[in-house]
């Protein structure tokens, strides 16, 4: 395997490895090579589903979305903020979601914010909720430290729609 260098081979052998010892040593312990599971994923920037823009099906993301346009169906992600002009038609389930349009259904989230343009008709499930003055809303509110769970068994039972509409 290994095999002894002979005469003036092992003073340059030694210099070359004394050499390529330096290069470790000054560029540190050799790098651990990245893996997919191991290295952080920069954050990917939202989707943006523009006012022309009209969609019949569900949506499903880790990211964030931010829709402007019309949207018939169930939306799940991270971050969602639905436009003043967005309408929404459907069950939204995101951590994190911001209502400045209109919204059609139930809404699940832990964090949940209703601007003062916002329109909502239908049940709201969060973890912790804000209501700006002038926000349009029908439905009830629930408060569940696990929101997201879409489980029927963890849904409190509905009330009969109640009718909010925050003070300016």
């Keep these: 395997m290994f095999t002894?260098?002979?005469?003036?081979?092992?003073?340059?052998?030694?210099?070359?490895?004394t050499s390529a010892q330096g290069e470790n040593q000054t560029s540190g312990a050799p790098k651990p090579v990245a893996t997919a599971e191991s290295a952080p994923k920069p954050k990917a920037a939202p989707s943006i589903l523009s006012s022309d823009l009209n969609v019949q099906g569900n949506l499903l993301t880790d990211g964030d979305i931010q829709i402007e346009g019309n949207i018939e169906g169930d939306i799940r992600a991270?971050?969602?903020?639905?436009?003043?002009?967005?309408?929404?038609?459907?069950?939204?389930i995101a951590d994190d979601v911001v209502i400045n349009g209109r919204i059609i259904g139930r809404v699940r989230g832990l964090?949940?914010?209703?601007?003062?343009?916002?329109?909502?008709?239908?049940?709201?499930?969060?973890?912790?909720?804000?209501?700006?003055?002038?926000?349009?809303?029908?439905?009830?509110?629930h408060r569940n430290d696990d929101p997201l769970n879409?489980?029927?068994?963890?849904?409190p039972p509905l009330s009969p729609s109640k009718k909010i509409e925050a003070a300016e």
């Design 4 to 17: 002894k260098p002979k005469g003036n081979d092992t003073k340059n052998d030694k210099q070359s490895s």
């Design 78 to 92: 991270n971050l969602l903020t639905v436009g003043e002009s967005a309408v929404v038609r459907g069950e939204v």
């Design 111 to 141: 964090k949940v914010r209703l601007t003062s343009t916002a329109r909502v008709e239908g049940d709201i499930i969060h973890k912790t909720i804000a209501i700006e003055s002038g926000a349009h809303f029908e439905g009830s509110v």
């Design 150 to 155: 879409t489980s029927s068994s963890s849904s």
